[in-house]
């Protein structure tokens, strides 16, 4: 099945600067990557998400990259603000999703 | 358009007693998955439903879970003569159409059991 890898499981950065977190996966049959942003005791937001046929989606502050080839995607966020801190966590699949385990991102003011 | 919504928020079971948790997707939603999150940890696939219909369990364990989706009515997850071990949140998400199509995944608020 598929095997999904995230990398840092924790990032802190001060209030202003970029972060970014990357996801490797397994299944060359996964087709969609979402990103969902967990606060603690709340249920996972989408924040954004790429499809195979894309290899780069910006939203705003937000911005995923997709590299087939290599098997991985990162999500950038930039400008960081301290309400952006919370577990994100990156999904791969095609007829489920399988999650990373998570990245705890701290925004110092 | 309301959400996925999920019920009870809260369940506290004695070791033993079963445990049934309900989900009903959002409104023109016909796919459903749950899913199980421990404490610090991702979430973990169990299983994804159509309705009437188990399309993958892979992830369920083999005995004391079981799933359903009925032609009227929310979702259910039930889990037979719970152990401490299944202490966890139990999130079920909805999409309009499977993951084949690459649909997004909506995600209630979750049911956080807690086995005494």
């Known amino acids: 099945g598929e095997n999904v890898e995230q990398h840092p499981s924790t990032l802190s950065v001060q209030e202003g600067d970029s972060a970014v977190i990357k996801c490797t996966y397994s299944?060359?049959?996964?087709?969609?990557f979402p990103w969902y942003k967990q606060e603690l005791g709340k249920r996972p937001q989408l924040i954004i998400d790429?499809?195979?046929?894309?290899g780069e989606k910006k939203d705003q502050r937000i911005a995923v990259t997709l590299n087939k080839t290599a098997k991985h995607f990162s999500l950038h966020i930039t400008e960081t603000q301290p309400e952006d801190s919370a577990v994100y966590f990156c999904?791969?699949?095609?007829?489920?999703?399988?999650f990373g385990k998570g990245t705890m991102l701290l925004v110092s003011p | 358009n309301a959400g996925v919504m999920q019920n009870p928020r809260h369940l506290v079971r004695r070791r033993g007693q079963e445990a049934r948790l309900r989900c009903s997707p959002m409104?023109?939603?016909?796919?459903v998955y749950w899913y199980r999150q421990l404490p610090e940890e991702g979430l973990k696939f169990m299983v994804y439903?159509?309705?009437?219909?188990?399309?993958?369990e892979s992830g369920m364990p083999k005995e004391r879970f079981s799933a359903e989706f009925p032609k009227e009515g929310p979702s259910i997850l039930r889990i037979q003569q719970v152990v401490r071990g299944d202490s966890a949140a139990y999130f079920c998400?909805?999409?309009?159409?499977?993951?084949?199509?690459?649909?997004?995944?909506?995600f209630g608020p979750g049911t956080r059991l807690t086995v005494l």
């Open positions: 999904a791969s699949g095609y007829s489920t999703l399988t």
């Open positions: 299944d060359s049959a996964s087709n969609y």
């Open positions: 790429i499809r195979s046929n894309v």
């Open positions: 409104k023109g939603h016909s796919h």
């Open positions: 439903l159509q309705k009437e219909n188990i399309i993958d």
């Open positions: 998400a909805s999409s309009p159409s499977g993951l084949a199509k690459a649909d997004t995944q909506y």
